[in-house]
């Protein structure tokens, strides 16, 4: 058993079509533990700092404007293989490809607006979570009651 956290994005379009308790659902329903959470407007750096990998990808500018259109909800998600059983519970990057009952299957409205953000490795997990987290923010599953 792996113990691991993961950083979640909900993406503005979703906090505007207001499926943030929706999403939180599943998410506690998997078993992945909400253990740090805020919500915040990314400027363009921001975003496109935390986006890096992709700056010179064709669709990165669309990207960093969807990204940075109204507040994301950010939180860090703990538990058992948490990157991939979250990764799993999102869906396909395009929505068109997502399996049936995942997060972006369900709430995608393009395949930039995907609804929700997962990293995808532990590395980038860590890098992540430490974009937006310092530990004072986090509150471990085993300290939870
Ligand atoms: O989010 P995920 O890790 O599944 O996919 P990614 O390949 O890391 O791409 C990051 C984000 O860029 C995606 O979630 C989409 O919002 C966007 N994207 C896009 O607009 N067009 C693409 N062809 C690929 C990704
Ligand atoms: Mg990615």
Known sequence: MTIERTLSIIKPHAVAK???GKIFYRLECA???I???????LTPSQ??????????????QN??????????MIS??????????YRQLMGATNPIHALSGTIRA?????????????????TSATR??????????????SCQL
Not at 35 to 41: A, P, S, V
Not at 129 to 141: A, E, G, P, R, V
Request: hydrophobic share 40%; net charge negative.
């Open 106 to 122: 369900d709430y995608a409205d393009s395949l930039t607006e995907n609804a929700i953000h997962g990293s995808d490795s532990s």
């Open 128 to 141: 992540e979570i430490n974009f937006f987290f310092s530990c004072h923010d986090l509150f471990s599953k």
């Open 31 to 33: 078993k992945l533990a």
């Open 35 to 41: 253990i740090g959470c805020k919500m915040l407007q």
């Open 47 to 60: 975003a496109k700092e935390f986006y890096v990998e992709h700056q010179e990808k064709i669709f990165f």
């Open 76 to 85: 860090v998600l703990e538990g058992e293989n948490a990157i991939q059983s």
């Open 18 to 20: 207001k499926i943030i």
């Open 63 to 72: 990207l960093i404007q969807c990204m940075t259109l109204g507040p994301s």
